[in-house]
């Protein structure tokens, strides 16, 4: 992982002293972007943080919206966005931000920073989150690994110890198991592991949850705010391709009206939990249309064109990464270039 890390940073900085990503902007650019957040908080100085990918600081995205502000693009809101792409308007450019998952940190940390921005946003909750009973899997993961030097667990029927007493060996565990559990055929075979872990290692998941993420009175505070929308994301965030048809769609339906009975208004806009290739499909595309959302995205990698406009329940967003703290990067990223090599020069890949 970190190698693959160090290769695409080297990528990402060859774009940009170049030159490159300035003239690739005229062409592959777009319309504008949705971008990813996760968690925003204060740095941390554990070594061993293997989902730190997902977090990045509040003096980093104030960097970023400050940045936005200056470069002339438009922070938009996902209402918009669907208004615009609908319209087939050529606007000057514009990003809309979208934060997954409904941690507290966004409360405490990213919302003061957005607020004095007065920059629109949206996140993305999972229903059982909110309710204080969701299973954040990847955060138990680290937990278990983080707090001992050996790690014992059933994977395929089958004892496996890992001996992790440094952050290296630590790191090599988490993707060794991590890797496994996303390869699982089913939801239930991944959740199991993890329960079975957090049993075993005093974890316990429930705590987690209402510690790390907004419970519905938070939500509603937030919800208050016009700058604030709302997004529905599953009950239990599911990877939703490892869900028959029935359950994906219950999970899509019976998360939006849980936010609806507790927030006072049903979510318009979707985020697929994990969100990429593996993770939501064309049949998952077609639920959250038939679901009535106006919008959904994923989390493959890629800025928008008009063209998204027929597929407005498939749209791709760039991730700000919190391994790639650096303005230079995500200038780069949204430039479209990277997405576009990635994605083979097509504007859409929702297949």
Known sequence: MADRKSVFRA??????????????????????????????????????????SLEITPQFLDEVLTSLRAEGIEIVTLDEVHRRLMAGERTRRF???????????????????????QAPFTIYVPSDFAEG????????????????????????????????????TKQATFEAIYR?????????????????????????????CRE????????AFL????????????????????LSAEAARAEMLDGARAIAANLGKMPAHFAYPVGGTD?????????????????????????????????????PRISVNGAFQRMRYLDVLLSGAP???????????AA
Not at 284 to 310: I, Y
Request: one cysteine or more.
């Open 180 to 208: 496994h559990l996303r390869t699982r055929e089913t939801e239930a075979e991944l959740r199991q592991v993890c329960r079975e872990l957090a049993f075993g290692y005093g974890i316990d998941i429930g705590k987690l």
């Open 95 to 117: 990003v809309a931000l979208t934060f997954d998952d409904g941690f507290r940190d966004n409360l405490e940390f990213a919302w003061p920073v957005l607020k004095r921005h």
């Open 133 to 168: 009973r969701g299973e954040l899997w990847w955060i138990v993961l680290e937990m278990a690994i983080a707090q001992h030097d050996q790690i014992e667990v059933t994977l395929d029927g089958a004892e496996h110890v890992f001996d992790c007493p440094t952050a290296e």
């Open 339 to 349: 997405s576009a090599l990635i994605n083979r020069f097509r504007r859409v890949a």
């Open 223 to 242: 919800a208050n705010d016009p700058l604030v929308t709302i997004g529905a994301h599953t009950v239990m965030h599911p990877i939703l391709m490892k």
């Open 212 to 219: 790390t993420c907004m419970g519905w009175d938070e939500l």
């Open 279 to 315: 993770a939501a499909g064309p049949r998952e595309f077609a639920m959250a249309a038939g679901a009535g959302f106006k919008t959904a995205v994923t989390t493959r990698p890629g800025v928008l064109f008009h063209d998204h406009a027929r597929y407005l329940t498939a749209l």
């Open 11 to 52: 990528g990402l900085d060859t774009l940009y002293f170049s030159g490159a990503h300035r003239v690739a902007r005229q062409f592959l650019a777009g319309e504008g972007a949705i971008l990813t957040f996760h968690r925003v908080r204060p740095a941390r100085a554990d070594p061993f943080q293997p989902n730190g």
